[in-house]
C-alpha cells in the first residue's frame, strides 16, 4: 500500500544548528514534493516544493533534496532559530486523481 | 487579499444531527480541497474540486459526507446524521491552478473545530 513516512515524531535540536528533517515514501512516483509548516491551531503553511527533475532547491536557510531512487525528501534548516520551532509535514501527489497526500509530521523544537 | 476562509470555526452538535461547513476559497482559485486533521497527524485528504466539478471524492469516509461548489467558488462540506468519531478538525485549502499541472502550492485555512456530544 501507498505510504509517507517522516522519521520521527519529535526533533530537538540547539539553536544555531541545523535540523534535518527525512520523508520517505513507498508505491508512489510523484512528480513532485511539498514540504509545509504548522503551527498549533494554525493551518499548514507552503514552504517549498521540488520536482522529480530537481536534486535540490533552496530558499533563504531552508534546503530540499529529493531522491527518486531512494523515495526520500530531505528538509534542512541551517542556522536554526526558536523560531522555527512548529511541525513540518511533507506532501505528495497520490494517485491518478491527483490529490494532495500528506505526512504525519515531524514537530521540530529549538532550544535557544 | 483575504486568505481562505471557514466558518464556523468552531462546531459542537449533537450526535444524530446534521451539519455543514463552509469554506470560502482565495478569489481565483481553481481548485478547493477538503481535509480532516485529527491532533498530532498531518491532514486526511477527503475531496477536492476543480471549478464545481468534484474531481476525486476516495477520501470521503462514508455516506454520510458529501461536498458541493455549485458556482466553483464557495464550497460546503455536510456531515448527516454525525457521530462522535466524526469530531476533528476540518480544513479547506485552495490552490490557483488545478492539480496536474506541475503542483500548485495549497493555501489552508484556519480550520472548523467539530464536536460531536
Known amino acids: 500500500s501507498q505510504k509517507i513516512e517522516q522519521n520521527s515524531e519529535a526533533l530537538n535540536i540547539q539553536e544555531g544548528k541545523t535540523a534535518t528533517l527525512t520523508c520517505n515514501y513507498t508505491?508512489?512516483?510523484?512528480?513532485?514534493l511539498q514540504w509545509y509548516r504548522q503551527d498549533p491551531g494554525r493551518g499548514p503553511v507552503f514552504l517549498l516544493l521540488i520536482r522529480e527533475n530537481e536534486k535540490e532547491k533552496r530558499k533563504e536557510r531552508l534546503k530540499v533534496t529529493f531522491d527518486t531512487t531512494l523515495k526520500q525528501s530531505l528538509f534542512h534548516i541551517t542556522a536554526s532559530q526558536p523560531a522555527d520551532s512548529a511541525t513540518y509535514l511533507c506532501?505528495?501527489?497520490?494517485?491518478?486523481?491527483?490529490?494532495?497526500?500528506f505526512g504525519k509530521g515531524t514537530k521540530l523544537s529549538v532550544k535557544p | 487579499g483575504a486568505g481562505v476562509s471557514q466558518s464556523p470555526r468552531y462546531k459542537v452538535t449533537k450526535r444524530g444531527q446534521d451539519v455543514a461547513l463552509r469554506c470560502d476559497p482565495i478569489?481565483?482559485?481553481?481548485?478547493l480541497y477538503w481535509y480532516r486533521q485529527a491532533l498530532g497527524q498531518g491532514p486526511e485528504f477527503l475531496t477536492y474540486f476543480n471549478y464545481e466539478a468534484q474531481q476525486d471524492k476516495s477520501g470521503l469516509p462514508n455516506d454520510r459526507f458529501s461536498a458541493e461548489r455549485p458556482e466553483g467558488s464557495i464550497s460546503t462540506l455536510t456531515i448527516q446524521r454525525t457521530e462522535q468519531r466524526d469530531s476533528a478538525m476540518y480544513r479547506c485549502?485552495?490552490?490557483?491552478?488545478?492539480?496536474?499541472?506541475?503542483?500548485?502550492?495549497?493555501?489552508f485555512g484556519n480550520g472548523t473545530r467539530l464536536t460531536v456530544t
Open positions: 508505491n508512489y512516483s510523484p512528480a513532485y
Open positions: 485549502a485552495s490552490s490557483l491552478v488545478s492539480r496536474g499541472f506541475g503542483g500548485s502550492p495549497l493555501h
Open positions: 506532501a505528495l501527489e497520490g494517485g491518478s486523481q491527483g490529490n494532495l497526500i
Open positions: 478569489s481565483g482559485h481553481v481548485s
